[in-house]
């Protein structure tokens, strides 16, 4: 499907608002991640290794778009605070894979429970139309990121 420039336009227009509202919404939210005493780095490294396994320290740190030295603090610190471990590969004793504990997934999942409630309280001071418009763009904004 070729666009013009006026739909071209039009495009760029909704991706950014798509853009600037996301960046909004997911700070809003955050300012729930305090009561975690987690800081943001950390439940983001934390998030990576609960939703998607375990990880070597440079997967990690690829998925983080952050450097291998700090992603080595970051790590230390979790392991400190009971949150991740590291495993030695099986197949590859020279391999070591970071993934979360049980409290570390503890940890995530209420994170992520305050976020919500958070979100789902502001949602819930919409007008039914409008929690519908909100419910289709999310399942278009899911089927966009595929």
């Known amino acids: 499907?070729?666009?013009?420039?006026?739909?071209?336009?039009?495009?760029?227009?909704?991706?950014?608002?798509?853009?600037?509202?996301?960046?909004?919404?997911?700070?809003?939210?955050?300012?729930?991640?305090?009561?975690?005493?987690?800081?943001?780095?950390?439940?983001?490294?934390?998030s990576v290794l609960v939703f998607g396994g375990a990880r070597t320290l440079g997967e990690l740190a690829a998925a983080e778009q952050v450097t291998p030295p700090s992603m080595t603090r970051i790590v230390r610190n979790l392991e400190a605070d009971g949150l991740v471990e590291r495993e030695t590969d099986a197949a590859d004793r020279r391999i070591a894979r970071v993934r979360a504990t049980d409290k570390g997934r503890r940890?995530?999942?209420?994170?992520?429970?305050?976020?919500?409630?958070?979100?789902?309280?502001?949602?819930?001071?919409?007008?039914?139309?409008?929690?519908?418009?909100?419910?289709?763009?999310?399942?278009?904004?899911e089927a966009a990121l595929r």
């Open 1 to 46: 499907m070729m666009i013009g420039d006026s739909d071209r336009e039009r495009v760029e227009r909704v991706a950014d608002r798509l853009h600037s509202a996301s960046i909004h919404l997911l700070r809003r939210v955050r300012r729930q991640d305090d009561e975690s005493g987690v800081t943001a780095p950390h439940l983001s490294a934390l």
């Open 107 to 141: 940890i995530l999942a209420d994170a992520r429970t305050r976020r919500i409630t958070d979100l789902a309280a502001r949602l819930a001071a919409l007008p039914d139309t409008d929690l519908q418009t909100l419910e289709r763009a999310a399942e278009i904004i």
